[in-house]
């Protein structure tokens, strides 16, 4: 089902139309069982899958964990087939599409995926970064994290640091000078910041390959999502992912000739679902 169902998503088809092509992987025997497409949708709607999409997007990743020791952090938001009211005027009602945010830690190397959240469209992004880097660091050594200016905070600082990586978040404009009662770690990275900004900014902009990532997930499997629930919608982004990490990896064993197994990574998986 989850074949299905991420094979649905990289067509960027509808659950009827992605039919033929599920009966062709059936036939070349990557399936065993060719399910029905309402089935299909079925399964994008159970809140179960988001744990086990979760799980296969962080083994997808593992790989190049020795390649990945620089990381970057954002969020992008897909738009939905759903609409929300909000008001203008009085007594006047104009609807808004809503839409999801995904919250996703990546790799600068090779913009593999190390962890992803997916919430609704208004969730702040500096509230999301702890459950980034505290699953990125399971299975990744951290040198470096960047993010931008919606990330700096002290409690931010302090745990990118813990797990052992630098913070490379630049300061806002109104935070002019650092006062008594701030940590260390705050005032060392707010001196480097303004004392050696072309250094500082050199690591920073490594954060743009978080809109490369974005940028392939979009234009290879959409920008929007056609689920109308929203655990159906949140299972269909993480199927995006997956199929990100997927392509990705494809990419990567051949450029840079790994040998990957994944027997030991799933008895591992399965172990942890159950």
Not at 41 to 50: A, D, G, I, Q, V
Not at 56 to 74: C, G, H, Q, R, W
Not at 93 to 111: C, D, I, P
Not at 162 to 188: C, N, Q, S
Request: hydrophobic share 40%; charged share 25%.
């Amino acid at each position: 089902m989850i074949f299905s169902c991420c094979l649905k998503t990289y067509l960027d088809f509808s659950s009827r139309r992605s039919d033929s092509d599920i009966q062709l992987v059936l036939k070349l025997g990557y399936i065993n069982h060719a399910p029905h497409f309402n089935t299909v949708l079925s399964y994008l709607n159970k809140p179960e899958m988001k744990k086990i999409l979760t799980k296969l997007i962080e083994i997808s990743a593992l790989p190049l964990k020795n390649i990945e020791k620089d990381f970057t952090v954002d969020s992008t938001g897909f738009s939905t087939v759903m609409y929300g009211q909000w008001l203008k005027k009085r007594n006047v009602f104009n609807e808004h599409r809503l839409f999801k945010k995904a919250h996703v830690m990546s790799g600068v190397e090779t913009n593999i995926i190390t962890h992803i959240e997916v919430t609704d469209g208004y969730m702040s992004d500096g509230k999301m970064l702890g459950a980034l880097v505290s699953n990125t660091a399971k299975n990744f050594k951290m040198k470096e994290v960047s993010a931008d200016k919606g990330y700096i905070s002290e409690k931010n600082l302090q745990l990118i640091a813990h797990y052992g990586a630098i913070p490379y978040i630049p300061f806002r404009k109104d935070m002019k000078k650092t006062t008594e009662h701030r940590m260390i770690l705050w005032k060392v990275m707010f001196r480097y910041f303004h004392e050696h900004q072309d250094e500082f900014m050199k690591h920073y902009h490594k954060r743009s390959n978080a809109e490369s990532v974005f940028a392939m997930m979009k234009r290879k499997f959409g920008d929007y999502v056609r689920a109308k629930n929203s655990i159906a919608q949140e299972n269909e982004i993480l199927c995006k992912a997956l199929c990100h990490n997927i392509c990705v990896l494809i990419q990567e064993t051949i450029k840079l000739d790994l040998r990957v197994n994944f027997s030991d990574m799933a008895q591992d998986f399965m172990c942890k679902i159950e």
